[in-house]
Nanobody
């Protein structure tokens, strides 16, 4: 069983920064892609950023040049550095990892951008 625990969410003013972290634990043989998604009430969960095992990254157009995803395979963690935050970034952020043919989701952490 694999568990993902996110941390780092909270309330921040527009233009501010937050760093989200996700730690994976349990029976993990090797982690492939790691990613972050987000969801607001009434809307579908949307892709934010992804990093593969060879450190190739991809970002949604809405966060490109503002967010940076990174991973530490020794610690089984994936982080999301979020800068220049906007009210539209307000959402519950979910961590996602893929190991082989199985994928796992975290429980989500709330990010609120408001003055």
């Amino acid at each position: 069983q694999v568990q993902l625990v996110e941390s780092g969410g909270g309330l921040v003013q527009p233009g501010g920064s937050l760093r989200l972290s996700c730690a994976a634990s349990g029976s993990i043989s090797s982690i492939g892609s790691m990613a972050w998604y987000r969801q607001v009430p009434g809307k579908e969960r949307e892709f934010v950023a992804r990093i593969t095992s060879d450190r190739t990254t991809a970002y949604a157009d809405t966060v490109k040049d503002r967010f940076t995803i990174s991973r530490d395979d020794a610690k089984s963690t994936v982080d999301l550095q979020m800068n220049s935050l906007k009210p539209d970034d307000t959402a519950v952020y979910y961590c996602y990892i893929r190991t082989g043919l199985t994928s796992y989701w975290g429980q989500g952490t709330q990010v609120t951008v408001s003055s």
